[in-house]
């Protein structure tokens, strides 16, 4: 070991030797060396970097909407046809909803149809976006854990994307700290679940071991999707609720033999957006004050049948309704159904309604408490949409 120290000390001389004898020879070297450099450099830049359209990519943002993974894809054919079909398919069923002449089969086949197309959708959103592409970009994405399929996974169960990418302890974290969160958001505002999945998304795709986009951008766009789609239920369901239809249950005999027990009804709230109700109409109310006062007690709603309209006088007696001195025909009211009690006479108040039972002699209703205000009504009950063997309309026939 000690004898290799003098060797090296003699070359280092002779080194510093030849220098002095070269100068040129330091920047020749320097030279060599930038050459090297450069030309390693434009090396790595004539590699070509393979592109392509990202198949699970594809299948998040049909996802959100039919047809438009298939529009990311390119196949904007197949994409417009999975998006017009979807949106007919949402028609149906709320053609069914509201119109007389539907009923709870058309009401589950819109809904059945709507369903299985939005299923199919990301089966052929992943399809069109692989045979976009060229098989380099294929085994490229194959060769190592794909993000965008983690951000799916973690879009349907929270920590699952973490646990593809085999972190198992972030993604068992994200999944306990989810249940937590979507509790809270029950309690206090449910916009806070679609912000905590854009949250995870996020997260998920940063966690990927190698992700093929330079720019975050996509996944923010992803992540707006996530917010978007996740408060869309929300605010659609409620504007539903409010201004289209909504499903009631029947929970007494009151409305026999027309509305049975656990009957399952849709109450529209279209039509007296621009008529006023009708006599004849099945229409569910909130309790009037007239019944409040007779029993603080009731506090749900009610439906009742509309049989005396505003300015008209109403009299029961001999087992019929008379309208202005007038027997009304009441074929939905069989024989033994028929009211034993009498009332009456008197003119219904203006803007109200009274309102009875189809079981007469088991309701409680306008004979027992008074009249129901317009502004009480909430909607007219327009069919029967379950149990199936009950489905149809209820619409009157009394005109």
């Given at each position: 070991?000690l004898?290799?120290?003098?060797?090296?000390?003699l070359?280092?001389?002779?080194?510093?030797?030849?220098?002095?004898?070269?100068?040129?020879?330091i920047?020749?070297?320097?030279?060599?060396l930038?050459?090297?450099?450069?030309?390693?450099?434009?090396?790595?830049?004539s590699?070509?970097?393979v592109?392509?359209?990202?198949?699970?990519?594809?299948?998040?943002?049909?996802?959100?909407?039919?047809?438009?993974?298939?529009?990311?894809?390119?196949?904007?054919?197949?994409?417009l046809?999975?998006?017009?079909?979807y949106?007919?398919s949402?028609?149906?069923?709320?053609w069914?909803?509201?119109?007389?002449?539907?009923n709870?089969?058309?009401?589950?086949?819109?809904?059945?149809?709507?369903?299985?197309?939005?299923?199919?959708?990301?089966?052929?959103?992943?399809a069109s976006?692989k045979?976009?592409?060229?098989?380099?970009f294929?085994q490229?994405?194959?060769?190592?854990?794909?993000?965008?399929l983690?951000?799916?996974?973690?879009?349907?169960?929270?920590?699952l994307?973490?646990?593809?990418?085999?972190k198992?302890?972030?993604?068992?974290?994200?999944f306990?700290?989810?249940i937590?969160?979507?509790?809270?958001?029950?309690?206090?505002?449910?916009?806070?679940t679609?912000?905590?999945?854009?949250?995870?998304?996020?997260?998920?795709?940063?966690?990927?071991?190698?992700?093929?986009?330079?720019?975050?951008?996509?996944?923010?766009?992803?992540?707006?999707?996530?917010?978007?789609?996740g408060?869309?239920?929300?605010?659609?369901?409620?504007?539903?609720?409010?201004?289209?239809?909504?499903?009631?249950?029947?929970?007494?005999?009151?409305?026999?033999?027309?509305?049975?027990?656990?009957?399952?009804?849709?109450?529209?709230?279209?039509?007296?957006?621009?008529?006023?109700?009708?006599?004849?109409?099945?229409?569910?109310?909130?309790?009037?004050?007239?019944?409040?006062?007779a029993?603080?007690?009731v506090?749900?709603?009610l439906?009742k049948?509309?049989?005396?309209?505003?300015?008209?006088?109403v009299?029961?007696?001999?087992?019929?309704?008379?309208i202005?001195?007038?027997?009304?025909?009441?074929?939905y009211?069989?024989?033994?159904?028929?009211?034993?009690?009498?009332?009456?006479?008197?003119?219904?108040?203006?803007?109200?309604?009274?309102?009875?039972?189809?079981?007469?002699n088991?309701?409680?209703?306008?004979?027992?408490?008074g009249?129901?205000?317009?502004?009480?009504?909430?909607?007219?009950?327009?069919?029967?949409?379950?149990?199936?063997?009950?489905?149809?309309?209820?619409?009157?026939?009394?005109?």
């Open positions: 070991m004898g290799v120290l003098p060797c090296l000390l070359s280092r001389l002779d080194y510093l030797k030849a220098l002095r004898k070269n100068p040129d020879f920047k020749k070297t320097k030279l060599f930038l050459t090297s450099k450069t030309m390693s450099a434009s090396s790595e830049a590699v070509p970097t592109k392509g359209k990202e198949p699970w990519l594809a299948v998040l943002l049909s996802h959100a909407l039919p047809g438009i993974g298939q529009f990311y894809a390119g196949a904007r054919v197949r994409g046809v999975f998006l017009l079909a949106i007919l949402i028609g149906i069923f709320l069914a909803l509201i119109s007389d002449a539907g709870g089969l058309t009401i589950l086949v819109g809904i059945g149809a709507a369903l299985l197309l939005w299923f199919v959708n990301l089966f052929d959103a992943h976006a045979r976009a592409n060229a098989t380099a294929e490229q994405r194959k060769g190592v854990k794909d993000p965008w983690g951000v799916f996974l973690s879009n349907l169960i929270p920590g994307g973490h646990l593809y990418f085999r198992i302890l972030i993604g068992l974290g994200l306990i700290l989810s937590i969160i979507i509790a809270i958001s029950e309690l206090v505002n449910p916009v806070l679609p912000l905590w999945f854009a949250v995870i998304a996020y997260i998920t795709y940063t966690a990927a071991p190698a992700r093929r986009e330079r720019s975050k951008k996509t996944i923010a766009l992803i992540c707006l999707f996530v917010v978007l789609t408060l869309l239920p929300f605010a659609s369901a409620s504007k539903l609720q409010r201004n289209i239809a909504e499903a009631r249950y029947i929970p007494s005999e009151a409305m026999l033999p027309t509305l049975a027990v656990n009957d399952r009804l849709v109450v529209e709230k279209v039509t007296y957006q621009t008529q006023s109700p009708q006599r004849g109409d099945v229409v569910v109310f909130s309790p009037p004050e007239g019944l409040k006062q029993n603080p007690a506090t749900d709603d439906i049948r509309i049989v005396g309209l505003p300015r008209e006088q009299q029961v007696k001999d087992q019929k309704v008379y202005n001195g007038q027997p009304l025909e009441e074929n009211i069989p024989a033994d159904y028929a009211p034993t009690y009498e009332w009456g006479p008197e003119v219904v108040p203006e803007n109200s309604y009274f309102v009875l039972g189809d079981n007469r088991n309701s409680y209703d306008s004979h027992f408490w009249y129901v205000p317009r502004e009480n009504i909430i909607g007219r009950a327009s069919k029967i949409f379950w149990p199936l063997h009950r489905s149809r309309s209820l619409k009157s026939s009394l005109e």
